[in-house]
């Protein structure tokens, strides 16, 4: 482990430092990466994730997604997500964005951004981000197809990749 | 008065987005836990129960996550909904 001189930031600051956005819109990938490298001092690493809503699942050929969410509530959960991964690693920065409404086949649904001075800890808060928005953050999604539209299941892999981390602590 | 709401797929089979009550109305105590809250709703709807009973779901009041022995007290704004879907 290498040394650090910089003491605990005071936890107001922490919260500081997660930007989160849920919204209806999509959203420019080379911006909010350029939001995290443009930080000063310059993050050694900038980690980030992009889901994107697939054409094809369980019940066949998806036109799009609609995703309901709970507006206030999802805000606060994705902020208090960011919040526990800055408690178990030093993260600069967090950028969490996420798409509600219709979103068509092959768009952008969510992304989830860190920085950090190495890329360990960047790679590891961003898999914990999206692995407890995953389970927590509250999000319903609807499959749009030909033969009319469907609630997805909630998985049990998911809630699978969350205990691991909780296995880990 | 109590604010109760329902999300996603549970609001679409009870084809409720949601309802207020007064607690007064429901006990003559000021406070109720979510269990009574969902009993009472059971009897006002009969056919609800079946609805909450077939699948898992959560219950928020004021937008923090409970347990159903929660005490819920006038002004509290409840949901209900599925496990969620989002990412």
């Given amino acids: 482990m290498e040394k650090t001189t910089n003491t605990q930031k005071p936890s107001q600051e922490v919260n500081s430092s997660i930007d989160v956005s849920v919204q209806v819109d999509n959203f420019d990938h080379a911006s909010l990466y350029q939001n995290l490298a443009a930080l000063k001092p310059t993050p050694g690493a900038v980690v980030t994730f992009t889901g994107l809503v697939r054409d094809l699942s369980s019940v066949g050929d998806v036109s799009g997604i609609f995703l309901e969410h709970y507006p206030g509530m999802t805000e606060n959960s994705l902020i208090a997500i960011g919040k526990q991964a800055q408690q178990r690693w030093p993260i600069d920065k967090i950028i969490i964005v996420h798409r509600v409404g219709k979103i068509a086949s092959d768009e952008q649904i969510v992304f989830v951004g860190t920085a950090s001075k190495h890329r360990k800890e960047a790679f590891l808060a961003c898999e914990f981000i999206m692995d407890y928005l995953k389970n927590d953050a509250p999000f319903w999604k609807k499959e749009l197809t030909d033969d009319g539209s469907f609630w997805v299941e909630a998985k049990d892999s998911d809630s699978q990749a969350k205990q691991r981390w909780e296995n880990k602590n | ?87």
């Fill in chain 2, 1 to 87: 008065m109590i604010k109760i709401i329902f999300f996603a797929r549970l609001r679409d089979e009870l084809n409720c987005p949601e309802l207020n009550l007064e607690i007064k109305d429901i006990n003559n105590k000021k406070t109720i836990t979510v269990y009574e809250l969902l009993d009472h709703l059971f009897k006002l709807n009969p056919q609800w129960q079946d609805i909450f009973n077939k699948r898992k779901f959560f219950t928020a009041v004021n937008q923090e996550i409970v347990q159903n022995n929660h005490n819920l007290s006038d002004g509290d704004e409840i949901a209900f909904f599925p496990p969620v879907t989002g990412g």
